[in-house]
């Protein structure tokens, strides 16, 4: 009997163009970027050094492993779960689905946290909802005279964020903690949030990757909003800041709610696409 024949070589070039293909016709919205970053993330390089290699042959390993988090994500399935990480300022965090994915919207929340944070040496902040710790590890890795407390509800989230302070080497404070009870005691200088903001309504319109794999208790929360900015106010120390993300379309509305409250120096400060996206104020 003859030797079984061997299965043709697919050089990185050509996984690219099937890749690229695949996650197209499932619906992606940067199926060409993703496939670059599938890639890179098989073969230990970047997306720079995919084209570098691209006439480089895979790996039988290396095509059965890019098959499978290719499977992964036809399904919709947030490419950071796939990859298991994800970039977010300066730091790569790990991510899964007991967290949301960290956007670029929230960097923005940091940018403002850090301009509230300008002048004072060893202010004290908490983070409300920190999920995997984007917020909170950012501000510590940013601002390195900070003291940051990040809190959760959810114990996985915890989890999470415990891993990533591991890994970038940043001591934060993680504590479980349900914001509607109220906020942990201060005083503090600056209380931060992205909370849970969908609507039940527009679960419908919102993308696969988020309506079907991220976790519901971190994007709908009825009155959470509401009881961050209650909460805050109760321990912040007097002219301490509050630094709210807010759902498309309701910064108007949050930046009412704090004036309602008697914030004072409320702020709006729209995202990197135009959207106002974060809203403070000064207790």
Not at 16 to 28: D, W
Not at 122 to 135: H, K, M, N, Q, W
Not at 166 to 188: I, Q
């Amino acid at each position: 009997m003859g030797s079984r024949p061997r299965a043709p070589e697919v050089t990185v070039e050509q996984a690219l163009c099937s890749v690229t293909g695949r996650l197209a016709a499932a619906g992606c919205e940067t199926p060409r970027v993703d496939a670059e970053l599938l890639l890179a993330h098989v073969l230990g390089t970047t997306r720079s050094g995919v084209h570098a290699d691209r006439r480089r042959e895979l790996g039988r390993e290396e095509a059965a492993e890019l098959e499978q988090l290719v499977a992964r994500r036809e399904r919709r399935e947030p490419l950071a779960y796939v990859l298991g990480e994800w970039g977010f300022r300066r730091l790569t965090l790990a991510v899964d689905s007991r967290v949301l994915v960290p956007r670029p919207e929230t960097e923005i929340v940091v940018e403002r946290c850090l301009a509230r944070l300008s002048g004072r040496p060893a202010p004290r902040v908490l983070d409300v909802g920190t999920g995997s710790g984007a917020i909170a590890l950012a501000i510590a890795d940013e601002h390195r005279g900070a003291v940051v407390t990040g809190t959760d509800a959810s114990a996985g989230a915890l989890e999470v964020a415990r891993t990533n302070a591991a890994r970038t080497g940043l001591d934060v404070g993680l504590v479980e903690h349900d914001f509607f009870t109220g906020l942990p005691e201060g005083p503090w200088d600056l209380v931060v949030s992205n909370p849970p903001y969908v609507r039940s309504g527009d679960v419908g319109s919102l993308q696969p990757e988020v309506r079907d794999w991220e976790p519901r208790t971190a994007l709908l929360a009825e009155g959470a909003t509401e009881a961050v900015a209650e909460g805050a106010l109760a321990v912040l120390r007097p002219g301490g800041a509050l630094v709210l993300e807010t759902a498309d379309g309701d910064a108007g509305r949050v930046a009412a709610l704090l004036r309602a409250l008697g914030y004072a120096d409320v702020t709006v400060t729209p995202d990197l696409t135009g959207t106002d996206r974060v809203v403070e104020g000064v207790a």
